[in-house]
C-alpha cells in the first residue's frame, strides 16, 4: 500500500475529537439502538450444556482390550504396544 508522505497528518487529538464527534452525531440518530435479530429466535438455535439427551441413543460397538494393547496408568486411555514408553510404569509415549 503506497503512503503518501507530503500529506498533512493529524494528531491524535485531531483524530480523537473527530471520532468524538461521530459518536455524539451517531447517539441522536433514532435507529442505532435497535436490533433487528429476535432474541426468541436466536435463543432457540443454541445447545445448552447439561440439555437432554435421553432421547439420543449411541451407535458404537465396545471391544475388550486385545493382547496387542495396554492401558496407560496416566492418561487411562487404551493404547497399542508400540506406543508404550515404559513397560514398569505402563505409561504411553504421549505422558511422558
Do not use: W
Not at 491524535?12 to 426468541?40: C, F, P, W, Y
Request: net charge negative; proline share 3%.
Amino acid at each position: 500500500m503506497a503512503t503518501d508522505y507530503d500529506a498533512p497528518r493529524k494528531s491524535e487529538e485531531d483524530q480523537s475529537e473527530e471520532s468524538i464527534e461521530e459518536l455524539k452525531a451517531r447517539r441522536h440518530d433514532k435507529n442505532s439502538g435497535k436490533v433487528d435479530e429476535d432474541e426468541t429466535e436466536a435463543a432457540e438455535s443454541f445447545e445448552l450444556p447439561g440439555a437432554d439427551l435421553s432421547h439420543e441413543e449411541l451407535a458404537v460397538e465396545v471391544m475388550p482390550r486385545q493382547d496387542d494393547e495396554f492401558t496407560c496408568m496416566s492418561c487411562f486411555l487404551v493404547h497399542h504396544r508400540s506406543q508404550l514408553a515404559d513397560e514398569k510404569k505402563l505409561i504411553c509415549r504421549d505422558c511422558i
